[in-house]
């Protein structure tokens, strides 16, 4: 299970020899920013299938019906079970991108402050690309669900201005994901950190979140409320809530391209690095690439909650 946010990259300490020779060696660098994947993307977080695309692309199926195409029988004692079929989703490509960035790192800097420009450049490469490669899935994630419930609409609560209007709305939002009877149960919500604020703060008012332990108020950790999990983003293009179903709503496909000197941060979280000796201009280039692409198999799984006012 992905957690998020989780606290930045951070290496330490070392001698000037002892950080050049954490720089030409990738098994090091690999478990010395390891807390690069710790820094979780939202996106593999709302996407949670792990896939891997070959050759550049991933095929996959969506819209599956979760039934089979038959109504069951009668079975008579002794006698033989009607045989049926299920039908697939409709067949869909996406292709893989690289993305990524090299920031130079220079051996007066490693000389004069150690550690310190070798943390701070690969903390800003995890930054970026959580931001780019977050914006890019939550673009597509927004695009694809087409189901909306207008908070201000007819036997709607109307705005999200106290707990109890945001309690209706967003139950009432899950009921017209899971009246599809499809199998989806919508168990996450994503906001803008404004959003966010204020929703929590108005849920908090009402009395609907722990009093101490589990309080975000208190411990900063994401809520957990009305079975869903509150997260907030300033990388979603959307200005509406997402709600979504993150367990059946898709995935992200990485592709493992190789290359000599790269190595994984983490498991699951396709992120790479490699630092690349520069002797031209005595330095580094640090390196960080994701290849991947984000996949919604269930667009139904989610669902955009309008006119809240928040």
Do not use: C
Not at 11 to 32: D, F, M, N, Y
Not at 248 to 273: C, F, K, N, S
């Amino acid at each position: 299970m992905y957690t998020y946010p989780a606290p930045p990259a951070t290496v330490s300490g070392g001698t000037t020899v002892e950080i050049h020779h954490l720089l030409k060696t990738p098994s090091l660098i690999a478990r010395r920013v390891r807390t690069l994947a710790a820094q979780r993307y939202i996106a593999d977080v709302l996407l949670r299938g792990r896939f891997t695309a070959v050759g550049g692309a991933i095929l996959y199926e969506t819209g599956e019906p979760i039934t089979t195409d038959d109504s069951p029988e009668a079975v008579a004692p002794g006698g033989s079970y009607p045989k049926t079929t299920a039908s697939g989703g409709e067949l869909a490509a996406a292709k893989t991108t690289k993305w990524g960035q090299d920031i130079p790192v220079f051996d007066e800097a490693i000389a004069r402050l150690g550690i310190n420009p070798v943390e701070r450049a690969f903390t800003k490469l995890v930054n970026q690309s959580v931001k780019f490669v977050d914006s890019a899935a939550l673009g597509v994630i927004a695009s694809k669900i087409t189901q909306t419930f207008n908070a201000t609409g007819a036997g709607a609560p109307g705005a999200w201005t106290d707990g109890d209007a945001i309690v209706e709305g967003a139950l009432l939002a899950k009921a017209k994901v899971t009246a599809l009877d499809e199998g989806y149960d919508p168990n996450t919500i994503v906001l803008k950190d404004e959003q966010w604020a204020k929703a929590v703060a108005r849920l908090n008012a009402a009395g609907l979140l722990p009093r101490e332990a589990g309080n975000p108020l208190i411990t900063g950790i994401w809520p957990q409320a009305l079975g869903l999990t509150w997260l907030s983003s300033n990388h979603t293009p959307s200005g509406n809530p997402l709600l979504v179903d993150a367990d059946q709503l898709g995935g992200m496909a990485d592709e493992e391209i190789g290359g000599p000197g790269y190595t994984r941060a983490g498991d699951g979280v396709g992120v790479e690095t490699k630092a690349i000796r520069d002797d031209d201009h005595d330095g580094y280039n640090l390196r960080a690439r994701r290849v991947t692409v984000p996949v919604v198999l269930e667009p139904n799984a989610g669902i955009i909650i309008t006119n809240t006012g928040l």
